[in-house]
């Protein structure tokens, strides 16, 4: 299986697949014909079937021998447009599932969405370029794939400053502690290399993907943002906008979304995204919506006219393919490629299977649970690694790759030694599975209470200053 995946990883526009594919039917025609043995036929059966899967995701069409595609089927350049990583995991905008404990396996979807690691040579630039300690995300890989961090450290290095973008799917008043991971996040690049940031709540989005009304949605935004805002964003560098105000107010951010939208065609987005004939429209057109932040012009209030400041977006890495579509679009619209900064997800607590998930009460530990509901949430549902009995955990010890207290702490628990040791004392037996559980329970109660603080002191006055479009501290 490893060699066919390398094969169909090698392509990356719809010619090359084509290609690909062509040569894979000669082949299979022929180890038929020679009656070859029956493995061998089969798997070069599997890898035509699956060039054939992909080639459809690329194309949004099915390969015909002998029909090439069009120019109009030209994929992103950033990747295949592909969604499965390892043989069972699905990872897209609106799924994520594995049958592996362990989780997605996110080296192979590198290798598919053609993105690149973050090793440790680019973590230590990073700490280099802004003079502070790599964020834990960064140092534990929970931040772990980019595009073109290299070209972004380079600018700034030579003092072309970037701007960062990030955002939200209003889909609910409950957020939950997997929701805040990018924000955190960008909280700190933010403070670390002083520059502005734009966040998007695409509350039109989840209008079009959910069965709620605009104004249930228009309002989740509102109460989203002051989760966020909780975060800490620095007023003076932060825009927060929801697309239902924003959209209809600002004539450059539009001017950029019919431009994106003349630049990609349907049979893209069907490839990228998956849609289908019976898809409303503004799900076709939705892509270019959340595309259209990447552009600095898209905010004169804070950048002028200028449509070349750099855009750096720190998202988990199901938001990719939108942002495979935008990189494709860019050059072609005069605009600079955004980067990236892809996190995985944040485990269910029944396991890494899935990631957490805002509809499944659960599977989440929702930002205004109670001490006493996150105690009994993780001594009920978090997923262990450890034996069925004392006697046995201690002779065999625990297993910290599947437990899902443990994932829990390498997000949260700040000391890198504190963290290894528990690792270990886990992995030999010496740490019983309640009392991993209890130094979770003890790092997620003070930590979720202080949010919640900090929440209450988000007034409705506050939340209006950051969704105003006005200058930020940027020196242009
Ligand atoms: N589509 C994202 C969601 O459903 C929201 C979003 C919009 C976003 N723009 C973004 C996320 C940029 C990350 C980066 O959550």
Known sequence: ???????????????????????????????????????????????????????????????????????????????????????????????????????????????????????????????????????????????????????VLDAYEKHKSFYLYTGRGPSSEAMHVGHLIPFIFTKWLQDVFDIPLVIQLTDDEKYLWKDLTVEECHRFAIENAKDIIACGFDINKTFIFSDLDYMGSSPEFYRNVVKIQKHVTFNQVKGIFGFTDSDCIGKISFPAIQAAPSFSNSFPHVFGSRKDIQCLIPCAIDQDPYFRMTRDVAPRIGYPKPALLHSTFFPALQGAQTKMSASD????????????????????????????????????????????????????????????????????????????????????????????????????????????????????
């Open 361 to 476: 009460a659960n599977s989440s530990i929702f930002l205004t649970d109670t001490p006493k509901q996150i105690k009994n949430k993780i001594n009920k549902h978090a997923f262990s690694g450890g034996k069925d009995t004392v006697e046995e955990h201690r002779k065999y010890g625990g297993n910290a790759d599947v437990d899902v207290s443990f994932m829990y702490l390498t997000f949260f628990l700040e000391d890198d030694e504190q963290l290894e040791k528990i690792r270990q004392d886990y992995t030999s037996g010496a740490l019983l599975t309640g009392e991993l559980k209890k130094i979770l329970i003890e790092t997620l109660q003070p930590m979720i209470a202080q949010h919640q603080e900090r929440r209450k002191q988000v007034t409705d006055e506050l939340v209006k200053q950051f969704m105003t479009p006005r200058p930020l501290n940027f020196n242009l």
């Open 1 to 151: 299986m490893t060699d066919c995946q390398g094969d169909v990883e090698g392509a990356s526009t719809p010619m090359e697949l084509y290609e690909k594919l062509s040569e894979q039917g000669v082949k299979v025609r022929s180890l038929k014909s020679a009656k070859a043995d029956k493995t061998k036929v089969d798997t070069a059966v599997q890898l035509l079937l699956k060039l054939k899967m992909d080639y459809k995701q690329m194309t949004g069409h099915d390969y015909k021998a002998g029909c090439p595609p069009s120019e109009n089927d030209a994929a992103p350049n950033n990747g295949p447009a592909a969604d499965v990583a390892g043989e069972d995991d699905t990872v897209d905008p609106w799924t994520v599932s594995t049958t592996n404990a362990k989780g997605v396996d996110y080296d192979k979807l590198i290798v598919r969405f053609g993105s690149s690691k973050i090793d440790q040579e680019l973590v230590d630039r990073i700490e280099k370029v802004c003079g502070q300690k790599p964020h834990r995300f960064l140092r534990r890989g929970v931040f772990f794939s980019h595009r073109d961090m290299h070209q």
